[in-house]
């Protein structure tokens, strides 16, 4: 595999990502496989964990669904093959006409705000809507990534709940779904469980319903020895709690969940070469031709992104700290145990097929970087390297 990285550097350039089509189908089939006992199991990938078209293909010939955030994450799944059905949109936060449009093009609109979902139900009550509920759970300890404590901006409060049904009587809408979403890196399955049994109870109070979006939070393992979530343990135990809620509830409801890093991140990778290593009075630089404006992950959360050094894989360790070339503090990491690193070397971030270009700016006038995608073993170029025309394609000059 590293020669094959290497390869792509010299064909390609760098930084560059590089997702292998491989893995994201091996998770995509895990998570199938974990749930394999719920008769009607859908999967919506996560578009904003990574959007490039040829990866939204990818998951359509899966079978998969699509959970969007944005009416053009939507068009975008449209435009990759997706029929809308299998399009669920998650906003937060939009205006009541991006919801309207959705809808107009037939895709399942999922709401979390009270006065939106009045607005919509009065204007459009024969048009089915699912409702993200906040459980008020918080999954993980960062509530950075962590969504359904009881201060996020996030979902409906279950203690809104009649307020809530009192919109639908009223309006005479119809709740098709019903949603939740506690956020990134769950490790305590009984806590996504104790979430889960709120959902239940609060799917109850709708007699419509077609399918209930337990979200995801999948925890990967970031490095050698790192937890993650336990999807076989995850998966025996939801499905027969959900299993025994269809027979209670009285009809087959559809499971749904929306992953996006469970599905991509261990099939990314970022490689980045070494533009300089710089000796101060007590620390080793490894200067990248990289910064922030390419992987803000490490800055942004404190994200763990394992980095080997494939030019020189074999070589002797020494502690590093791995910077970008951006006129900030982009620190990828600090004293962190390397093979000896010498410039022009190419580093391999591991990780980064989740929230990483899609993440990307144009930060300091850098040019975003390549995407190539591994399928059946072949490397393919999905996304051009920018370009100094690209940096000016939209600015408007104006005579002074």
């Known amino acids: 595999m590293e020669n094959q990285l290497l390869k792509i550097v010299n064909d390609y350039g760098s930084p560059v990502y590089v997702y292998d089509a491989d893995v994201i189908t091996s998770q995509y089939k895990r998570l199938k496989k974990a749930f394999s006992g719920v008769e009607n199991l859908k999967i919506h990938y996560a578009v904003k964990a990574l959007s490039n078209i040829s990866v939204l293909k990818l998951f359509h010939k899966l079978g998969a669904g699509l959970d969007t955030v944005s009416i053009q994450e939507a068009q975008l799944g449209l435009k990759a093959g997706f029929d809308p059905s299998s399009i ?7 205006a009541l ?6 809808a107009e093009l037939g895709i399942q609109i999922n709401i979390d705000n009270l006065s939106i979902l009045e607005q919509f139900g ?3 009550p024969e048009v089915p809507v699912c409702i993200r509920i906040n459980p008020h759970v918080m999954a993980g300890g960062n509530t950075n990534i962590s969504v359904g404590h009881i201060d996020s901006k ?7 709940i009649p307020h809530l049904l009192r919109i639908v009587k009223n309006t005479g809408m119809r709740i098709n779904g019903i949603h939740m979403h506690t956020g990134s890196d769950i490790l305590d399955i009984d806590v996504f469980l104790y979430a889960s049994e ?8 709708f007699p419509d319903l ?12 970031y490095k050698d020895g790192d937890i993650e979530t336990n999807i076989e343990e995850l998966g025996k135990k939801l499905t027969h709690r959900f299993n025994d809620f269809c027979k209670e509830y009285g009809k087959e409801l559809t499971l749904a969940f929306e992953p996006g890093k469970f599905l991509v991140s261990q099939a990314g990778v970022f490689l980045t070469k070494v533009n300089a290593v710089k000796q101060t009075t007590s620390t080793v630089f ?9 992987l803000i992950r490490p800055m942004l959360y404190g994200s763990q992104h394992e980095i080997i050094n494939i030019s020189n894989p074999d070589g002797r360790e020494r ?6 070339y951006i006129c900030e503090t982009d620190t990828f990491a600090n004293n962190r145990r390397i093979s000896e690193i010498r410039e022009g070397d190419i580093l391999c971030f591991k990780n980064a097929g989740a929230y990483c270009f899609t993440m990307a700016s144009n930060y300091n006038s850098r040019y975003r970087p390549a995407e190539v995608l591994v399928h059946n073993g072949e490397a393919h170029l999905i996304r051009k390297r920018e370009t100094f025309q690209d940096l000016l394609h939209n600015q408007v000059e104006i005579a002074l």
């Open 122 to 124: 009065s204007l459009h």
């Open 97 to 102: 006409q991006e919801i309207q449009e959705a």
């Open 198 to 205: 709120i959902l239940f109870d609060t799917a109850k109070h």
């Open 210 to 221: 077609e399918f209930m979006d337990f979200g995801s939070g999948f925890k990967v393992p």
């Open 286 to 294: 490894a200067q990248v031709d990289s910064g922030f404006n390419h």
């Open 319 to 324: 502690f590093y700290s791995v910077v970008g």
């Open 88 to 94: 669920i949109y998650t906003p937060n936060g939009v």
């Open 154 to 160: 996030f979902g409906i409060s279950i203690h809104q």
